[in-house]
């Protein structure tokens, strides 16, 4: 894959809205005709010595570099072979009922050539309210073969393989009995995950999910175990 930043006199603004703009759509040319994900890495290497080049202030000789970004780098007990990550972000290809496709497998093995860690989208901890909503789940035990087909798919490309735990779950103002539920199945779900063979899992304190409601000061009002100082706030995650 060949890939080329014009050098077309802009501002420096327009300098950087350009270049993303290619890789962008180089991108978007990649996943159209399923190119090999391992061109994933000339992607990373025009986005080093073009956008990060292009951030700097004008005028400024230093390149901003990340040697880096291709060497292995160890996270706790996970070894990563690369520096980058494919993000928890939808596929698409999820569907009611929670359980992987081949399609889902197959979105995920191809992406995890030539990065060093793959987080799976958002996976339920409960069933959703609206049975139709397409989705990953590890609520049940009939998800884990599935969910491990697709693991080892991730693995087998050489890549570290995360699952975020994440639902779309009111929970600020729920009673400290349901809470004690949800946080059971958040337990549960983990456990499943590390059957299906997961290196480990993540949870979002960010974009109005569940524990972001409880850690923020201005969604969580609660005066029980769970409010009121940052501890008591953090008390719903650390607890898991």
């Known amino acids: 894959m ?13 300098r950087v809205y350009h270049c993303l703009s290619q890789l962008s759509n180089v991108a978007n040319s990649a996943t159209e005709s399923r190119t090999d994900w391992g061109d994933w890495a000339a992607l990373g290497r025009f986005f080093e010595y073009n956008v990060c080049e292009e951030m700097l202030p004008t005028g400024t000789k230093q ?3 990340m040697p880096h970004l291709f060497s292995p780098i160890r996270i706790g007990h996970l070894r990563l072979a690369n520096r980058l990550a494919l993000q928890a ?13 081949r ?8 992406r995890a050539q030539g990065v060093g860690l793959v987080v799976l989208e958002a996976t339920y901890v409960v069933p959703p309210r609206d049975s139709l909503t397409p989705h990953i789940g590890l609520y049940a035990d009939a998800q884990l073969f599935a969910l491990a087909h697709c693991i080892n798919g991730i693995h087998r490309a050489g890549a570290t393989a ?18 004690d539920t949800i946080g059971a199945a958040f337990v549960a779900a983990a456990q499943r995950a590390r ?11 960010a974009d109005g999910g569940p524990m972001e ?28």
Not at 162 to 179: G, I, Y
Not at 195 to 205: E, L, N
């Open 2 to 14: 060949s890939v080329r930043a014009s050098r077309a006199p802009l501002t420096q603004r327009g």
């Open 63 to 65: 390149r901003r570099s």
């Open 89 to 101: 972000l939808p596929s698409g290809c999820a569907v009611p009922g929670g359980m992987v496709t």
């Open 103 to 110: 399609e889902l497998a197959a979105y995920y093995r191809e």
């Open 162 to 179: 995360l699952v975020m735990l994440d639902q779309p779950l009111w929970l600020a103002h729920a009673s400290v009995a349901k809470l």
């Open 195 to 205: 059957t299906a063979g997961a290196d480990g899992v993540m949870f979002s304190t």
């Open 213 to 240: 409601q409880l850690v923020s000061p201005l969604q969580n009002q609660r005066t029980d175990q769970y409010g009121g100082s940052i501890g008591s706030r953090l008390r719903f995650l650390t607890d898991i």
